[in-house]
């Protein structure tokens, strides 16, 4: 008998996208031939999103009212003796009533984009049937401002603007429509690692799957403020190699170092051998960006004392464009230089052939330096895990207690070890290393495993 060949485990993950522009929106049909600004064309789209959204809750209720009557009258009946057949009682199955539904109220919707959300509803009443039936949690109810589901073979990604830009071109509206049924969005523009997604799922290596348009729910904004979001799923197996190592890749992190690795074998209980100019990135880009912003925030306080009157009276973000920009400026930045570090660290691991990948769990609570301190850990642990995922890699989190103080070789602890940030001298075997080397090897050798939720 023949051996079953083993299934590739297919990995799903979600993307989110900005929408700032719509190239070809139609109004609805009237009867005047008024030519609309793209302003006003820009709002009576939003207002048609908000609309339908609200449509689509009450569809989405009335549905879900639908399957729990249903399940009531066929229980009520069972307890008579009685077995009702859905074909015969609903003329159809109880699913397909949703789908029919959805139709008749939904007019002018495509219909795949009908049957993805019935799809999902039917699927969110599997899971909560057991309990409302028994009373433990109430129906599922929708808000006004459900997602507007989109079938994945409904929608196209189309590169726009030197690869930084997309298109999402959206079957949107059904053939009885007399207008655009399909819709062209213009996402912001993506970081480089957004446009890594983008560029898989371009060129095929990744699947895209179904999605969802949102408006946003934001009462302090009026509707032409109010944003567009356009999430999609992408499925993708992951890369790994036939035979793998399970040798550790330790990551300490730092300002002086902003990383430094090293690679444990355990089969051979040793560290493998690494130049210091391949397993460490120095923080240098970090520290001048970080003196950088710091001269700048000074030179904003001052001239803050000095506002002129033409900035009086005008809001928070005309008072306060330049500390937003500030903002901006560092989001942008370490969008960008966490991408850099998370695809070197996947590189170097896919290198030495690494199975694992230890960091420290770290807080902002644990570094003395401001910029540390407000460094969103959270966002590069999550683009390590991302990218590692691809490859079949795990990524583990460590308690980082004494990682600094241990020494790797003999496994002796002392504040005594760690005179000065750099040099790392245990005081018990005289063993004596690099101090963020040292630190990354007790890393890959810790079986202190904890959570990797940031604090």
Known sequence: MAKRKKEKRTIIKTLKLELVDVLNYQPPISTDEKEYTKKEKERMLKKELRDLQKRIAQTSNYIMREYFLWELRKNA???????????????????????RIAAETLKGLNTSNISALTSWLWENWKKARKRVLNGSISLPSYG???????????YKIIAYKNNNE????????????????????????QDKYHQDIMNKILNGEYRQG????????????????????????????????????????????????????QVYDPQHQQFISLDNNECVIDGLELVIYRNKIE????????????????NVGHGYKKRNKNVLNIRKKISNFRKTYNYKLAKYIIDFALK?????????????????????????????????????????????????????????KCGYISEENRK????????????????????????????????????
Not at 145 to 150: A, E, L, M, W
Not at 427 to 454: P, V
């Open 420 to 455: 000065t940030r750099d040099v790392f001298k245990c005081q018990k075997c005289g063993f004596e290393l690099e101090a963020d080397i040292n630190a990354a090897r007790n890393i890959a050798m810790s079986n202190d495993i904890i959570d990797s939720k940031d604090e």
């Open 77 to 99: 009946a069972s307890k008579n003796g009685i077995v009702l057949n859905e074909k015969e009682e609903l003329g159809t199955t109880l699913q397909n009533k949703g789908y």
């Open 210 to 261: 179904s999605a969802q348009l949102i408006l946003e729910d934001n009462p302090n904004k009026n509707l032409s403020a109010q944003k567009i979001f356009f999430h999609f799923n992408y499925e993708f197996i992951p890369k790994q190699k036939e035979e793998i190592s399970d040798r550790i890749l330790g990551i300490d992190l730092g300002l002086k170092n902003v990383i430094a690795m």
């Open 144 to 154: 006004n401002k459900q997602p507007i589901h989109i079938n994945g073979k409904n």
């Open 352 to 408: 030495y052939q690494c199975k694992y990948i230890k960091m420290e769990h770290l807080t902002r609570h644990g570094f003395e330096d401001t910029l540390l301190k407000n460094w969103s850990f959270y966002d590069l642990q999550q683009k390590i895990i991302n990218k590692a995922k691809e490859h079949g890699i795990e990524v583990l989190f460590v308690n980082p207690k004494y990682t600094s103080q241990q020494c790797s």
């Open 295 to 310: 001269a700048l925030r000074n030179k904003i306080s001052k001239a803050t004392k000095w506002k002129g009157k033409g």
């Open 166 to 189: 997309y298109i999402i071109e959206i079957t949107f509206l059904s053939p009885s429509e007399k207008r655009n049924r399909t819709l062209k969005f213009v996402t912001v523009k």
